[in-house]
Every structure is written in structure tokens, then in C-alpha cells.
């Protein structure tokens, strides 16, 4: 199983940015999709994640409102796109998949709730 991130880089505080997640090894439509993140100095951090027929979840005291999380399950990819950016938004942001474990399974929010981790990708918000 690969995860493999993209679209990080540098930007200015208020613009966007939108990254992708791509998969492959694994039966896509059957996985929960999610975006974490990690600062310099601080823990991982949920930020997102999305079922496979669109029920999403979010980090409400911190992205709500500004990110959003979509998927195509025939590209096997899964997009965050993040709007009005702040600095504090600056991290290293990892994808990762939780198989769905049963129709009834809540949208998982913790990093030990996921199976298959991607390598991450940084974003950097400049003031």
C-alpha cells in the first residue's frame, strides 16, 4: 500500500493551497481518507477525514470553514483544499487510511484509527 501526498509549499497568509492524495495497493472505496497534520514541537493533529460516500468530519476549532476534504474513488485520490491559510496552519500534513470496519463505523479521528500512512507534505504559511 502507497500513500503518496503533494501540492505542500510556501504561501502567503490568506491564500490556498490544495493537496492530493494518491493510493494504490489498496481497495480505495473501502477506506476512510484522512488529512493530519504536525508543527515543529507538537503532537499529530486531526484535521479531516472523509468516508467513501462523502460523510466528512472536521477539526472544528482549528479548519472548519476554511479546509475541505473530497475524494474520487475512480482516481483513487483524495484532495484537501485549504482556503484563507494562517500561519499557524504551517505543518508537515500526512494523508492515511482507515479501512472501514463495519456500515456503522463513525469517521475516525485519531491516528491510531488508520491502518496506512503516507510520507506527508509541508506547508508553510508566511505572514
Known amino acids: 500500500v502507497q500513500l503518496q501526498a503533494s501540492g505542500g509549499g510556501l504561501v502567503q497568509a490568506g491564500g490556498s493551497l490544495r493537496l492530493s492524495c494518491a493510493a494504490s495497493?489498496?481497495?480505495?472505496?473501502?477506506?476512510?481518507m484522512g488529512w493530519f497534520r504536525q508543527a515543529p514541537g507538537k503532537e499529530r493533529e486531526f484535521v479531516t477525514a472523509i468516508g467513501s460516500s462523502g460523510v466528512s468530519k472536521y477539526n472544528e476549532n482549528s479548519v472548519k470553514g476554511r479546509f475541505a476534504i473530497s475524494r474520487d474513488n475512480a482516481k483513487n485520490t483524495a484532495y484537501l483544499q485549504m482556503n484563507s491559510l494562517k500561519p499557524e496552519d504551517t505543518a508537515v500534513y500526512y494523508c492515511?487510511?482507515?479501512?472501514?470496519?463495519?456500515?456503522?463505523?463513525?469517521?475516525?479521528?485519531?491516528?491510531?484509527?488508520?491502518?496506512?500512512w503516507g510520507k506527508g507534505t509541508l506547508v508553510t504559511v508566511s505572514s
Open positions: 495497493g489498496l481497495a480505495f472505496s473501502s477506506y476512510f
Open positions: 492515511a487510511a482507515s479501512r472501514i470496519r463495519s456500515i456503522i463505523m463513525a469517521v475516525p479521528t485519531t491516528p491510531t484509527d488508520y491502518d496506512y
